[in-house]
């Protein structure tokens, strides 16, 4: 079982794609494993032949590092190993247990940066201590045949599991009617819930109601989520800092932008506010720190030279956030299509670990819900700071002065404005230089030109 990200542990089989006795090019993909954050095809790197397959589709909970084939070079006679068993190859690793001062920025931060904070890295001397075994329990297994990933959640199109995630449409309850059974737009759309009331009101033998909720098992990603922001929250001190900004120049040039473009590219409002994001991480670059602890013991806080933005994606799974690694320096264009590419593989599950590992700075926008004026977001770790972004609203505002449009009254005007909330870690990033980022922020989406330098 490969380690496919840095904090991956244990992996779930899923479909292999070769059979034994088929022969293997590098590149070739073998099989699919499911690992803590998505679902992944492990793609083998050398010549040969797979001779006996040792973990079936459906095996859940495989140790890194334990057994799941026998690969033989070409030519070589794979008969012999149709006997072959997994105590044949070492036997099955069991999984380490996760210490209980396991580090938060363990699952964000790349390996081998040199603190002790990187996955890569473990803390001399301070080893946790072993843990009485717990009592034997009786599994509750119900001895049927484990599920792969594909058969737990049905096959859909993405614009079918987009629509699903907006009206919270359970995949596994729909029966597709596309080739294959493959879930189409149309299915999520003729979707009808059951009625649940109906359910609370037929009585059981016993007479009591019967029950009317549904318990849905967490997913290894839903978990991983959930320890993530627990520990984010409880080991960071958050203070939040909330902001109006007027967007009403920048959707212009935005407009103007898209309508010389030929097709080429089409720039979202996202889009000027990743790139000023980094603009303003620049000109406060205490914001763009994280707060590290070396394998000495020691201390410190890093204050990274790029801008690595952090985009949360909402896909069918959960959260997930790639990375546009030095926005910085790219352009609205290369943006536009980094954006759009990585948002596209986060929903398919196709994300490389290093694609969603690290970044310096996230932000997170809920404003195409026109419902969400605004919000507050949980820092990322090790990162010092997340942007939330709520919707845009139109507010009447004075408008040009009387001795610019020569009137006694000026009157009103109408103002495209966003609310922006800023969430930064007390221990890097103190309240006045919360404000300063905010306020440079709030100064290159105002002026948008100063996007284009």
Known sequence: MPALSPTMTA???????????????????????????????????????????????????????????????????????????????????EPPKKKSNEEASESSEPPDTGSKTSPSTLPKGKESQPEPAPEPQESESSGGRLQTSLEREPSASPVAKKLALERGVPLSQIKGTGPGGRVTKSDIEKYKPASSSASASQPTPGGAPAASYEDTPASS?????????TQSFNQNPHYFVSGTLSVSKLLKLRTSLNASADGRYKLSLNDFL?????????????????????????????KHNTVDVSVAVATPIGLMTPIVKGADSLGLEAISATVKDLGKRARDGKLKPEEYQGGTFTISNMGMNAAVERFTAVINPPQAGILAVGTTRKVAVPAAAAAETETEEAGVQWDEQIVVTASFDHKVVDGAVGGEWIRELKKVVESPLELML
Do not use: H, Y
């Open 221 to 229: 990603m839903r978990k991983t989520i959930a320890n993530r922001l």
């Open 274 to 302: 990743i790139k000023a994001v980094a603009a303003a991480c620049k000109k406060v670059p205490a914001v763009n720190s994280s707060w590290r602890e070396g394998p000495d013991g020691q201390i410190f806080i890093r």
């Open 11 to 93: 992996g779930n089989i899923g479909t292999w794609q070769k059979q034994s006795g088929d022969t293997i090019a590098p590149g070739d993909v073998l099989v699919e494993i499911e690992t803590d954050k998505a679902q992944m095809d492990f793609e083998f790197q050398e010549d040969g032949v797979l001779a006996k397959i040792l973990k079936e589709s459906g095996e859940k909970d495989v140790a890194v590092g334990s057994p799941i084939a026998v690969m033989v070079e070409e030519g070589t006679d794979v008969a012999p190993f149709e006997s072959f068993t997994l105590d044949d190859a070492g036997g099955e690793k």
